[in-house]
């Protein structure tokens, strides 16, 4: 276990995927973890793993898009487990569809987990951050940013997390907050397959063409991402703010 000072994580759409390698990844850092999600007996298993090994973890149902849900959510956290600290924003949900066949439903649902999500959460938990002259924030967003056929919605927002993160960078830095975005490539997880599903492809067959397009000649895991996360949220990573780091196994055309 890291010898880091204790602290307060809230991670989100934390019952699986990318979420839940995190809470374990910062737990091992010695996190006490709130692992959020819609489903909070969804999160059971995280929480085990995490209380197994020794760590402290407390599952939270919450709708991150609904903002009397988020406060609730983290003034149940403060109670439970102690001030947060720490916020990771990884809550996410998928509506692909080509421009012409998307709804308005469609765009709107993927906005407001991602983009509004994001900022009901930092906004609840940048009290307890100012308070205590600390805080990380991590907000996830994709190599999707960049443009991906089939996305519109999704990459807009994870466009738009990118610049939601570098201005919360500029507002809190001077009371001890930093604030950084972790950018995955092709990560192995229930959304990748979800993918490959709408696109009529065996996830196997998925997973070994998109290798054959990464540079390191293999698709990412949630761990591999866990682990940038927990760089950004560590007191080592005081002078890192505002940075976009690109988890995707080599650099993107």
Known sequence: MSSTERRVAIV????????????????????A???LDLDEAAC?????????SGGQALAVGCDVSDAAQVESAVARVADGL?????LVNNAGVLRDNLLFKMSEADWDTVMNVHLRGAFLMSRACQKHMVDAGFGRIVCLSSSSALGNRGQANYSAAKAGLQGLTKTLAKELGKFGV???AVAPGFIATDM????????????EDFQ???????????VGRPEDVADAIA????????????QVLYVAGGPLD
């Open 33 to 35: 973890v709130a692992v």
């Open 178 to 180: 930093t604030a950084n």
């Open 44 to 52: 059971a298993d995280t929480v085990d793993q995490i209380t197994k």
């Open 231 to 242: 760089y950004f949220t560590g007191d080592r990573a005081g002078f890192v703010s505002g």
């Open 192 to 203: 990748t397959a979800a993918t490959a599903a709408r696109v009529g492809m065996d996830f």
């Open 82 to 86: 102690g001030a947060p600290t720490v």
């Open 208 to 218: 070994t063409a998109a290798a054959g397009a990464i540079p390191v000649q293999r």
């Open 12 to 31: 989100t759409g934390g019952a699986r995927g990318i979420g839940a390698a995190t809470a374990v990844r910062l737990a091992e850092e010695g996190r």
